[in-house]
């Protein structure tokens, strides 16, 4: 029996390989973003209310009523960015959902779309399903620099999306004020639509404060805004995500997110809004603090081993160089590392059509302290092998 053509070339991703190849080690694993911590009480109990009270039944495609003034609240306080709770925004399954939901309803077959390598591996193969071909646009470590020449020269006339991924997985990068606005000026002067994924928005480091493009001028009626709450509840496995855009793009994300899944989990929207509902900005402050500290470890640990990291800006990934195991490219270095110190990370093939991916692995540290601090002590034993 033959498959679409659509999903020639489409394979597992690395991510979900080396998981189950930590899974067999009985390993720890940094790599696939997972994200196992605890979810505050307030998001557990919300559900399990809605639960116990039967709020079981299906959602408004749109979302749950309890759940979109929340969000639209938290749009115009954090994000600075008002937009209308009953016709601007989608609650999806996943800010992957939301994803896969626009590029169906936005573009058509032979259409393009910019992303930044290094990408998630998800953006690039959502699109191609879509039948949108990825015009890369290239970063290089150490700074993940932006070159918007090369940007307004992947813009052809077959382009219809730029897709911004800050801050990014898997680089850790946050994009400057400066990098958004060289988008949106060709976002305008193209007519292009920006597609943002900022689900770990919540999530930045020395003092670094987020920005959505949508806010810039002229970006509002041409920006699609992602997010979730997979990331800043520790509960990816729950699948809540949403996207904010002018009421007809929003229509049609809804729409398509409607044939695709129907609604988001009912239950679980309702946990979510109970943690919107209930968590301050100490909750967000203290979520960004332990985050650092973890990123301070696992960075120290990587350089003290030769893995030579790329501290990231934002997110909680860090690409680093494969340091001693440099005779090997990314695959043969992720397969040694399990073996020698039952470690999981990601070869950076996973985020890279070129090259420059064969020399890098990427580790996820948002597991709990523990297990995290075992991590780095087994890292840091490489330097005396």
């Not at 009480?41 to 559900?47: E, N, R």
């Not at 959502?126 to 090369?150: H, N, Q, Y």
């Not at 990370?345 to 948002?366: E, H, I, N, S």
């Amino acid at each position: 029996m033959r498959t679409s053509r659509r999903i020639e070339g489409l394979a597992q991703s690395p991510i979900r390989a080396m998981t189950r190849a930590c899974l067999k080690k009985g390993g720890i694993n940094l790599g696939q973003g997972v994200c196992q911590m605890p979810a505050p009480d307030a998001v557990k109990d919300g559900a399990i209310e809605a639960i116990r009270a039967g709020r079981s039944l299906y959602a408004k495609y749109e979302g749950i009523d309890e759940l979109r003034p929340l969000i639209a609240k938290k749009m115009a306080s954090f994000n600075e960015l008002p937009c209308d709770p009953d016709k601007e925004i989608a609650v999806t399954v996943g800010s992957s959902g939301a994803f896969a939901a626009a590029a169906l309803a936005l573009t058509d077959p032979g259409d393009e779309a910019i992303l930044f390598e290094p990408y998630y591996g998800y953006h690039v193969n959502t699109l191609k399903v879509a039948g949108v071909e990825p015009k890369l646009v290239t970063m290089r470590p150490p700074d993940w620099r932006l070159d918007l020449a090369a940007v307004a020269a992947a813009a052809g006339p077959r382009t219809r999306l730029v897709v911004v991924n800050t801050p990014a997985n898997p680089s850790g990068k946050v994009f400057t004020r400066a990098e958004l606005e060289g988008i949106a000026k060709i976002c305008r002067e193209k007519d292009l639509v920006a597609v943002t994924d900022e689900i770990y928005e919540h999530i930045l480091y020395d003092g670094r404060e987020h920005l959505s493009l949508a806010t810039l001028s002229g970006m509002r009626e041409r920006t699609v805004t992602i997010s979730g709450l997979s990331k800043t509840f520790a509960i990816t496995g729950w699948r809540i995500g949403y996207a904010v855009a002018p009421e007809p793009l929003a229509r049609a994300i809804g729409l398509v997110a409607d044939l695709l899944c129907v609604c988001a989990p009912t239950p679980l929207q309702h946990g979510v809004a109970k943690g919107l509902a209930t968590l301050g900005p100490a909750y967000y402050d203290d979520l960004a603090r332990a985050y650092a500290s973890k990123r301070e470890r696992i960075c120290s640990a990587l350089d003290e081993a030769g893995l030579t990291p790329y501290v990231p800006e934002g997110a909680y990934y860090v690409l680093a160089d494969t340091g001693p195991f440099a005779g090997r490219d990314d695959q043969g270095a992720a397969d040694a590392l399990l073996e020698k110190t039952g470690v999981a990370a990601v070869p950076g093939r996973a985020f890279y059509r070129g090259d420059t991916g064969r020399r890098l692995l990427r580790y996820c540290f948002a597991i709990e302290d523990g297990p995290l601090d075992e991590a780095c002590r087994r890292i840091r034993g490489l330097k005396d092998a």
